[in-house]
């Protein structure tokens, strides 16, 4: 198939931020994307080839939308899988794969995934409902999560005592150990369908204290060669174990003692890679696309330290949005913002990112503190 060609259709399941950033790839080859998405103003809307307004949960909706383009991928991995499995079976190529798809989008087949094929991991235990949870005996504290459709931050709770556990929802969920831990980092792991595989750099996350989300991703993580060799090769052995084609994000522990658990994984582009559009030889989003389209892989390390600060909707704040403090930020040096387009705000909504270059990773990351305290996303 070429790629290349006036009549090749490029199907992306989400039309998102994530969807958005990738536009600016297909732009650059001029490959023509058809976008589903349930939003009608979504932030790739105006600016796919094509966009379809659909629900990306219901089987006709997606298996018709599969019919009108010769590639399917994913922006998001809450999707109907029934639908990928059926187009699969008549032909289309979908990347990263359905049956990829059906064990991450559970976290708890996930975990068992990973259990399963040795990958390091916090103990856990599966739930079918809230009932059958309470009526286990369980050590506190430990982390809820549940099974489908989290993101976020949502859908996941420390449960620290047993009044917590009347504020959970009654779903499908996992319980896990809660690992002491001295960071969480992230590496992305790129594969092609001639079995090309490339991972990026080791990534540090820094998280809100309250919304469970990150607040900044700092490219290269600081920690030694040896932790950092050994989270990569754990990685490369979470996508041989999946043998996906396209990306994979691997959320990771690194423990007291320096040991590496795997939290768990998106089969996207990712929030812990949105610093290599300014920091990277090949940004997430352009080797997403080199992946699916079985092109050569793009060179994965970075020019320049990174960082990256999400800017999410302040406290207080729903409605129309407003970047407060735009001006200020563009005047400090290597500072770039991504606005994704979405038209109101609310409390801890992601709104969009700042990217911070530098030279020295400690001026960048002085830079980002500045950027987090200057700039606020709130409302009229």
């Not at 809450?78 to 059906?102: R, T």
């Not at 038209?343 to 987090?372: D, Q």
Request: hydrophobic share 40%.
């Amino acid at each position: 198939m070429n790629y290349f060609s006036s009549n090749f259709r490029l199907g992306v399941l989400g039309g998102g931020q994530l969807g958005k950033m990738l536009l600016a790839e297909t732009h650059k080859l001029d490959i023509y994307t058809v976008i589903l998405d349930k939003a009608k103003d979504a932030p790739c809307a105006r600016i796919c080839n094509e966009f379809h307004q659909g629900d990306l949960m219901d089987f006709d909706t997606v298996y018709n939308f599969g019919k009108t383009v010769d590639i399917l991928t994913i922006e998001i991995e809450h999707v109907n899988i029934d639908a990928l499995i059926k187009l699969e079976e008549e032909g289309l190529e979908i990347y990263p794969q359905p049956s990829v798809l059906k064990i991450i989008q559970h976290k708890g087949i996930q975990k068992d995934f990973f259990v399963e094929n040795n990958i390091p991991t916090s103990p856990h235990k599966r739930f079918t409902s809230l009932k059958e949870l309470k009526n286990e005996v369980l050590s506190f504290p430990f982390v809820w999560k549940s099974a489908q459709f989290g993101y976020d931050g949502t859908g996941v709770k420390i449960v620290k005592n047993i009044n917590d556990l009347n504020n959970l929802t009654d779903t499908d969920c996992i319980a896990e150990d809660l690992i002491p831990f001295k960071n969480e980092l992230a590496v992305i792991v790129s594969r092609n369908k001639s079995g090309e595989v490339k991972t990026y750099p080791v990534v540090e996350m820094e998280f809100h204290p309250e919304a469970n989300q990150v607040e900044y991703v700092i490219c290269p993580a600081r920690i030694s060669d040896e932790v950092a060799t050994k989270a990569r090769n754990i990685a490369l052995n979470v996508a041989k174990s999946f043998e996906h084609i396209g990306l994979l994000a691997v959320e990771m522990f690194q423990t007291e003692n320096n040991e590496i658990l795997v939290n768990e994984v998106a089969p996207r582009t990712h929030n812990s890679g949105h610093y290599s559009i300014e920091a990277s030889y090949t940004s997430q989003f352009e080797q997403h696309v080199r992946s699916i389209l079985n092109l050569p892989l793009g060179n994965t390390e970075s020019k320049v330290a990174g960082i990256m600060v999400n800017l999410v909707g302040e406290e207080g704040f729903s409605g129309e949005v407003i970047y407060q403090g735009m001006e200020d930020i563009l005047k400090m040096d290597g500072v770039t913002p991504h606005i994704y387009g979405k038209k109101e705000t609310r409390p801890f909504r992601k709104m969009g990112h700042v990217t911070i270059v530098n030279n020295n990773l400690s001026e960048a990351r002085k830079i980002a503190e500045k950027v987090k305290n200057t700039i606020k996303v709130i409302s009229k």
